[in-house]
């Protein structure tokens, strides 16, 4: 090619990519709904404050709550993330 004359190919390519997002609608809904069930998992998981913080009461520390559902939510809202960035978008 001469240096005179554009590369129409290339730049016709390059403006048709520019105008593709990358998520729509249902991706972004997926990842608040991931967020969500995060954000629940970590506030789940640091739990309240004890009513007299010099007293370490184990039931309070090691519950359930905070050993078995919180972990698990955590990582239930990152599989959700994960998800909602690798779906695919419907294409027309």
């Known amino acids: 090619m001469s240096k005179n004359k554009p590369d129409t190919t290339a730049k016709a390519h390059k403006e048709s ?4 997002a990358l998520f729509n609608k249902e991706n972004y809904k997926w ?14 998981m640091a739990g309240g404050k004890s009513s007299n913080p010099q007293v370490f009461d184990p039931k309070e520390v090691y519950s359930p709550v905070r050993i ?6 955590i990582i239930i809202g990152f599989v959700i993330e994960i998800y909602a960035i690798m779906k695919k978008t419907k294409t027309d």
């Open 17 to 20: 990519h520019a105008n593709i």
């Open 31 to 44: 990842m608040l709904i991931g967020l969500a069930v995060l954000a629940i998992g970590f506030f789940l």
């Open 68 to 73: 078995t559902l919180a972990p698990l939510l």
